[in-house]
């Protein structure tokens, strides 16, 4: 599997360099902003398959080095930087980032990480759904409060007004929206929509949250339920979170 890693620091490079070359991966090591781009640039090779994306670039800022690269390609991005603040979180999220991982990190933990943004990068028409005997499945458009999610065009419009979402974005408000008003668990919207377990990433889900929020501008639009998971409100009068608990997919 081909990898660009984008790291001005040739020690940090030198050591992931090696750790990425024993699991297998061809790494190709861009040490500003401008080779990154240049890299990508098509030449006949076989296609990078992940981004490993620093933002502190001796040439210019890593945040511009991303909105650039998800403008001309679908490549996943993977943010690996020493910003922890949520801000910082969210911006590269809305950019088109599809995982942002801080450091200190495991090396473990960013390996899966790679490996999972790969697998959706290789399915970026799949949106991830319950499965049939857990909650209903609907065909065609969903719609819901004026929000229209179209899930072959993979769009997303409010009152008639495009809302451009990232893939996970997408997946997450898809399948919310497949029942309004059912709570579903933590551990099932990771599995859904990550391929991954919940544990250790809760601000994940909630940075996604919140920028689905923002961007469709309907801050009630998702419900946390605490200490269960998330629900989308649906139109007209609804119970409590406590009522809708129980109907929510089962844990597996």
């Not at 929020?213 to 009068?237: F, H, M, Q, S, T």
Request: with cysteine; proline share 7%; hydrophobic share 40%.
């Amino acid at each position: 599997m081909r990898l660009l890693l984008v790291e001005d620091d040739e020690r940090v490079a030198a050591a992931l360099v090696a750790v990425l070359g024993r699991h297998g991966f061809q790494v190709r090591h861009a040490r500003s902003g401008h080779e990154a781009l240049d890299a990508l640039v098509p030449d006949g090779n076989e296609p990078y398959r992940v981004v490993l994306l620093d933002l502190g670039l001796p040439d210019r800022d890593g945040f511009e080095v991303c909105s650039r690269i998800r403008a001309g390609s679908g490549v996943p991005v993977i943010m690996v930087t020493a910003r922890a603040d949520i801000r910082s979180r969210i911006h590269g999220l809305n950019l088109g980032a599809d995982d942002y991982v801080t450091k200190p990190y495991d090396m473990g933990e960013l390996l899966a990480r790679i490996h999972a943004v790969a697998r959706r990068g290789a399915q970026p028409s799949s949106v991830a759904v319950p499965a049939p005997d857990t909650v209903p499945q609907q065909r065609g458009p969903l719609e819901s409060r004026g929000i229209r999610i179209d899930r072959e065009r993979r769009r997303v419009s409010v009152d008639g007004r495009d809302v451009p979402l990232t893939r996970k974005e997408f997946d997450l408000l898809a399948l919310l929206a497949q029942s309004p008003g059912v709570v579903y668990r933590r551990e099932q919207i990771f599995s859904e929509v990550w391929r991954s377990g919940w544990e250790g990433n809760g601000r994940t889900l909630e940075v996604h949250i919140g920028s689905l929020r923002n961007k469709l501008a309907l801050p009630g639009l998702v419900e946390a339920v605490r200490g269960v998971g998330y629900r989308l409100i649906p139109d007209g009068p609804t119970s409590t979170a406590a009522d809708q608990a129980p109907s929510a997919p089962a844990e597996h």
